[in-house]
């Protein structure tokens, strides 16, 4: 069975089991939902948070109404890996996307060579596109989908979604969202064309709002700026915490269009952050010890999922959960069983998120070479376990232990001290990399 056949078997499975459950239920019944994804935000840097100058109110609004984890992880600290992470339910060492882009041919450059480029970027892709993304799964059981803001692995009508922003073409500029690169920026017309078209047909809808905030350039309006310079430390933090508002309106323009469509009540949202972002204090549009990093600045991010009408809200501080979680609870939100592939837990069942209460990350190279995707250490920069409040980074060639409830920001290495605890948090990675095996290597 070729590697087409494959994927062509396991989305008819999962859509007649999705067929199955959804017959139970009317398609005016089904939810819609938003996925709001922050791209390059600190864990701490919102008004729900604590943040003591950042202006968050209509997040502060979705998180205080829901189930809200403050211990979240990304899968890895680099967007490329970590989205596809979240579209797919596994792991970076699974999909094969490990970096942003592949190591190019000698003499050749990603910006320079097009050609070149786009056929190592599709040679990237083919990996993930074995996969089956959470998005195909709604898709084939009558949703409509919309793709905005970042999308790296080509075209994402090619991945489960009915409506794209982005075209992912390298030849005209594609690489991580092109066009999609607008919303929350420029625009938010394709949002509201969207909800139009769904509700002319009678469809339930799924949006990908990968908005490129508050991600760099940190160029937010004038209006916003002015607020935070008389308030920041210094330039390049005031102009990053002004786009940090600035991401939070386009959150709030989506709430007030579903409640102008009377929607709000029947769309679940849910969100969580692709990377840390810890602002150097000294240059704009650059972080320090945060993305890239396995550190708590690079790799946590809150997490939270809201539907007033029917999830109970909770701030959960201690307990532990993951992006890996994302793509099985939306799915199970809309009445779909997730793919046996998909390892993560349901979110709304904080119960069963407290047994597991552990968390795995991947720190990769950005570039990746792919004639090596087979030797998941080739280009490994760290494998990381949060266990309870115990973390142990695993770089290649050391190994460092944190105690999170005293040092949250990872800070003072306790390795030396405590080689029984290194041993067994050790052995839990080495497990987790042996049960989850690249799952599409030739």
């Keep these: 069975m070729n590697k087409h056949m494959r994927k062509k078997f396991r989305l008819n499975v999962l859509l007649l089991a999705g067929l199955f459950i959804a017959s139970i239920v009317s398609a005016v019944d089904r939810?819609?939902?938003?996925?709001?994804?922050?791209?390059?935000?600190?864990?701490?840097?919102?008004?729900?948070?604590?943040?003591?100058?950042?202006k968050t109110p209509h997040l502060d609004k979705l998180a205080g109404e829901g189930m809200l984890y403050e211990r979240g992880?990304?899968?890895?600290?680099?967007?490329r890996p970590s989205l596809a992470s979240l579209a797919t339910g596994?792991?970076?060492?699974?999909?094969?996307?490990?970096g942003n882009d592949p190591v190019m041919p000698k003499g050749t450059h990603k910006f320079k060579n097009k050609e070149e480029f786009a056929r190592m970027r599709s040679l990237m892709t083919a990996p993930f596109s074995e996969c089956v993304t959470f998005i195909e799964a709604?898709?084939?059981?009558?949703?409509?989908?919309?793709q905005t803001g970042k999308w790296w692995e080509e075209n994402p009508l090619d991945h489960g979604f009915t409506d794209a922003m982005t075209h992912g073409d390298a030849r005209r500029g594609g690489r991580h969202g092109d066009k999609g690169l607008e919303i929350g920026r420029t625009t938010m017309q394709p949002f509201y064309d969207f909800v139009d078209k769904a509700q002319s047909q009678g469809k339930p809808f799924f949006m990908w709002y990968g908005v490129y905030l508050p991600h760099f350039p940190?160029?937010?309006?004038?209006?916003?700026?002015?607020?935070?310079?008389?308030?920041?430390?210094?330039?390049?933090?005031?102009?990053?915490?002004?786009?940090?508002?600035?991401?939070?309106e386009g959150c709030g323009q989506i709430m007030q269009h579903l409640k102008e469509k009377g929607l709000y009540e029947n769309t679940i949202f849910?969100?969580?952050?692709?990377?840390?972002?810890?602002?150097?204090?000294k240059k704009t549009n650059r972080s320090v010890r945060s993305k890239r990093e396995p550190t708590e600045g690079g790799i946590r991010?809150?997490?939270?999922?809201?539907?007033?009408?029917?999830?109970?809200?909770?701030?959960?501080?201690?307990?532990?959960?993951?992006?890996?979680?994302?793509?099985?609870t939306i799915l199970r939100i809309c009445g779909i069983e997730p793919p046996a592939v998909m390892q993560g837990l349901d979110l709304r069942d904080p119960d069963q998120l407290k047994k597991r209460n552990r968390v795995f990350v991947d720190v990769y190279d950005h570039d990746s070479d792919l004639s090596q995707l087979d030797d998941l250490k080739h280009g490994l920069k760290a494998w990381v376990v949060i266990d309870g409040w115990d973390k142990l980074t695993m770089w290649r060639t050391r190994k460092e232990l944190f105690n999170l409830e005293n040092d949250a920001d990872d800070r003072v290495n306790l390795a030396s001290n405590n080689s029984a605890k290194v041993n067994k948090l050790s052995n839990l990675i080495d497990q987790w990399v042996k049960e989850t095996p690249m799952l599409v290597s030739e």
């Excluded at 992880?73 to 967007?79: E, I």
């Design 301 to 328: 991010t809150p997490i939270f999922i809201t539907h007033e009408p029917s999830i109970k809200p909770i701030r959960d501080r201690e307990t532990l959960a993951s992006n890996i979680d994302v793509a099985p």
């Design 270 to 281: 849910v969100f969580t952050c692709d990377n840390g972002w810890v602002q150097n204090p």
């Design 218 to 248: 940190h160029n937010a309006p004038n209006r916003l700026l002015k607020k935070y310079m008389d308030i920041a430390p210094d330039e390049p933090t005031a102009r990053y915490w002004a786009n940090v508002e600035w991401f939070d």
């Design 138 to 146: 709604l898709r084939d059981n009558g949703y409509l989908t919309l």
């Design 90 to 98: 596994l792991y970076p060492h699974e999909t094969g996307i490990r």
């Design 73 to 79: 992880y990304v899968t890895a600290p680099l967007c």
């Design 31 to 54: 939810p819609n939902v938003v996925f709001i994804l922050s791209d390059d935000q600190g864990w701490n840097d919102y008004g729900f948070m604590g943040h003591e100058h950042i």
